[in-house]
């Protein structure tokens, strides 16, 4: 199975910050990444998908990049309501899918 | 609108099964290309995929719990069930139903329903 590595697990950041989250699949797993938020006691928001593509709603402030194995999520100016944890998750390998362990972005 | 929402026991006991129902409606689980599957998240832990269902009846499980799991649909009911058989307290998570749409073998799930908790404790 496409293992996905997350890193960091967690950080801190304030208000206003740019920050960017990575995810490694352990074989190339061409665009087929999807990024999600979680917020405690919810179930995951779709963000991102075909590793570059903002999910309709979703706002500008976030971005995907990356293809093969090495990918990012980027926050170009973290707000409040962006407090939550990231998963990353490939559905290149079907009928096999897999997450990262995530990163969870607290306020400094 | 589409909406998927899970319901089934909040607790089992251990070596127990457990049913889970993933009740959808905004689309029909007949249309090609449209896929449910079941993902959990033990208490503070990572996602982790358990078993799809698509359009045409194929059933794919995770291969760590195959042998426990047993997927089906009622298109009927708009209904999607999840069996997990001999439970045990390693289990205990809140289980969660997406849709996979479009292409479902190259889609991301989207949407989620909300969970639901399950224990396992005697």
Partial sequence: AIR??????SFSASTGDRVTITCRASQGISSYLAWYQQ???KAPKLLIYAASTLQSGVPSRFSGSGSGTDFTLTISCLQSEDFATYYCQQYYSYPTWTFGQGTKVEIK | QVTLRESGPALVKPTQTLTLTCTFSGFSLSTSGMCVSWIRQP???ALEWLALIDWDDDKYYSTSL???LTISKDTSKNQVVLTMTNMDPVDTATYYCALLSG??????????????LVTVSS
């Fill in chain 1, 39 to 41: 917020k405690p006691g």
């Fill in chain 1, 4 to 9: 996905m590595t997350q890193s960091p697990s």
């Fill in chain 2, 43 to 45: 208490p503070g832990k």
């Fill in chain 2, 103 to 116: 292409s479902c073998y190259s889609s991301p799930f989207d949407p989620w329903g909300q969970g639901t």
């Fill in chain 2, 66 to 68: 195959k042998t426990r």
